[in-house]
């Protein structure tokens, strides 16, 4: 018996009458970490490349169906908005592709101290940046020369 | 010793966990991102070079035995990875169980006919020939 006059030991819990357990806080209460940051880009541009398939679709559909099929793709591909899409998956893909090779390395056990983790999360942004500009930049001129 | 775990002798034989398929998932979503290291940093080096380039090039590109099986594999580990982490996205977010099973018969429709139209677009590059 404690003080209340009660039985130590589990709790049970009386059927009808929910208790106000506590809840976990949501996304807008934590302080932003690049860790956490990293995690949530790592499925948007999951998302992101899922939604680019779509254009790989219509890419290959539109060569192999024949010239005009394929003009209005290359029309689209060509104008601003196209060269913005391309530049925004190409930094969606190299994001989730070096972020994909953190996991892979935590799923092997390497990368776990929170010194490791943070440094890797920041270097997967700078280098997502780096790596998607210059292949860009690169993709450019490779078009440009030969004239297309 | 008094045994004190939970799960029946069947379930630990088996090792299947509640949802009957193992690690499968997890490991299936690690085995195809490994394939698609080497291969997406291909596939956008070629993406690069020839989206919206003329269509010969493109059709020559793709006639190409090692572009066209590259891109094959390509396209098959991409579309399986792409539905194995769109399902963990509507599993964590989609709660009301009818439309939680909507969705994940949906996804697999949709990702497996988006593989199916880019690998019959890519046959038909490779194999076709186009004038």
Request: hydrophobic share 55%; proline share 4%; aromatic share 10%.
């Amino acid at each position: 018996m404690d003080a209340n006059g009660q039985s130590p030991g589990p709790k049970t819990r009386s059927p009808g009458k929910p208790k106000a357990r506590p809840v976990s806080p949501h996304i807008q209460i934590w302080r932003w970490t690049v860790t956490m940051a990293a995690s949530i880009t790592h499925r948007v541009t999951g998302m992101a490349l899922a939604g680019g398939t779509l254009f790989l679709v219509w890419w290959l559909i539109a060569a192999a169906s024949g010239p005009d099929a394929y003009a209005v793709f290359a029309g689209v591909a060509a104008h601003p908005i196209g060269e913005v899409i391309l530049f925004g998956l190409l930094w969606a893909l190299a994001f989730h592709l070096l972020n994909g090779i953190r996991h892979l390395a935590w799923d092997l056990g390497y990368g776990f101290t929170m010194s490791t983790s943070r440094l890797t999360a920041a270097l997967v942004y700078a280098a997502s940046l780096l790596i998607a500009a210059s292949a860009f930049a690169v993709g450019m001129m490779v078009r440009g020369g030969l004239g297309l | 010793m008094k045994d004190t775990r939970l799960r029946t002798p069947l379930g630990r034989v088996e090792g299947l966990g509640s949802a009957r398929t193992g690690t499968s998932h997890f490991w299936h979503q690690r085995l195809t991102a490994v394939a698609l290291v080497p291969l997406s940093v291909w596939f956008a080096a070629s993406a690069l070079a020839y989206v919206g380039a003329e269509r010969g090039a493109v059709a020559a590109f793709f006639a190409e035995p090692a572009e066209a099986i590259l891109m094959f594999l390509f396209i098959v580990a991409a579309v399986y990875h792409m539905s194995l982490g769109l399902q963990v996205i509507i599993e964590d977010y989609i709660h009301q169980e009818g439309v939680k099973l909507a969705l994940l018969v949906l996804n697999r429709f949709a990702c497996w006919g988006i593989g199916a139209a880019a690998g019959f677009a890519l046959l038909k590059l490779a194999v076709g020939a186009p004038a």
